[in-house]
Nanobody
Framework: QVQVVESGGGSVQAGGSLRLACIVS????????MAWFRQAPGKEREGVSC????????YYADSLKGRFTISRDNTKNTVYLQMDRLKPDDAAMYYC??????????????????WGQGTQVTVSS
């Protein structure tokens, strides 16, 4: 049984940082591209970032480049999202997703194979 569990969300003031983590079990982690998505109330789900199975290729939503960094540790079956200089607009539920072998060009809209339950990020101004 595949399990995807996010952690690290919380409340932070604008300008602060958070580091999200997602641990995956039940599959061969280093066969999988991994992604982070987010969804704020009343808004559509948004692709945040995707990393290839080996961490060499990383993709970001254009609006987040330079503030968010995705990384992974295949020895720990974990993918991370470092979020810096947070803004109130970054507040959302953040979800980790197992994407299959690749971050395709359409990764922001591709269906994920597995999803986590999400971790809430709140940013106060």
């Amino acid at each position: 049984q595949v399990q995807v569990v996010e952690s690290g969300g919380g409340s932070v003031q604008a300008g602060g940082s958070l580091r999200l983590a997602c641990i995956v079990s039940g599959l061969t982690f280093d066969d999988e591209a991994m992604a982070w998505f987010r969804q704020a109330p009343g808004k559509e789900r948004e692709g945040v970032s995707c990393t290839s199975w080996d961490g060499r290729n990383k993709y970001y939503a254009d609006s987040l480049k330079g503030r968010f960094t995705i990384s992974r540790d295949n020895t720990k079956n974990t993918v991370y999202l470092q979020m810096d200089r947070l803004k109130p607009d970054d507040a959302a539920m953040y979800y980790c997703a197992v994407m299959g072998p690749w971050c395709l060009g359409s990764w922001r809209t591709d269906p994920a194979n597995y999803w986590g339950q999400g971790t809430q990020v709140t940013v106060s101004s």
